[in-house]
């Protein structure tokens, strides 16, 4: 069962996703999201960037709705959310390719390292809002050489998903909570 920790920065996503704010995830909503993230950075639909970061992110909603949705009804709530969260630590291979795909998803020039201005992006395009993440990145950067690698990235999405330590770096991947 969910800590009291681990509900709160799994609802602060969710509260995030649920663009029109009805208590469910739908594909209308990772709909909505991944077409703020493209605009954010400037892709056109039918572009390399615009199509990649598009099924990565309905792929993650095919992930969640197989894992999740079990009377069909192609809605998500949280706490179906949060029962697929439990299970996650037995489950490291399914969180690592979580991990792997959003990494790329973030990773907007592809060169194999999230910089800071491309973690602020994806914060921004997440809460839909301006958000200030200087002091977060630096926490996030393991080994302080200025960028977050596939690996560290892969470290603290798996601390984010499936711990429960409000002082490990990874609680702070979305945010703070």
Request: charged share 25%; net charge negative.
């Amino acid at each position: 069962m969910s800590s009291d920790f681990q509900r709160s920065k799994v609802a602060g996503v969710f509260s995030a996703m649920d663009v029109d704010g009805d208590g469910f995830l739908t594909e209308q909503d990772f709909r909505a999201l991944t077409d703020r993230w493209t605009g954010i950075r400037g892709w056109a639909p039918g572009t390399e960037g615009h199509d990649k970061l598009t099924g990565v992110m309905m792929g993650w909603w095919r992930t969640l709705l197989a894992a999740s949705d079990q009377d069909r009804d192609d809605k998500v709530t949280l706490d179906v959310v949060l029962r697929v969260v439990d299970g996650l630590q037995q489950q490291p291979e399914a969180v690592r390719g979580t991990a792997n795909a959003m990494f790329d998803a973030v990773d907007e020039n592809a060169d194999g390292a999230i910089s800071a201005a491309e973690y602020r992006q994806a914060i921004e395009a997440w809460t839909g809002k301006p958000t200030d993440t200087d002091d977060i990145f630096p926490v996030l950067d393991l080994n302080g050489d200025g960028h977050l690698s596939r690996e560290e990235f892969a470290e603290l999405w798996t601390e984010f998903w499936a711990g429960d330590n409000p002082n490990a770096p990874g609680s702070l991947v979305f945010g703070r909570v």
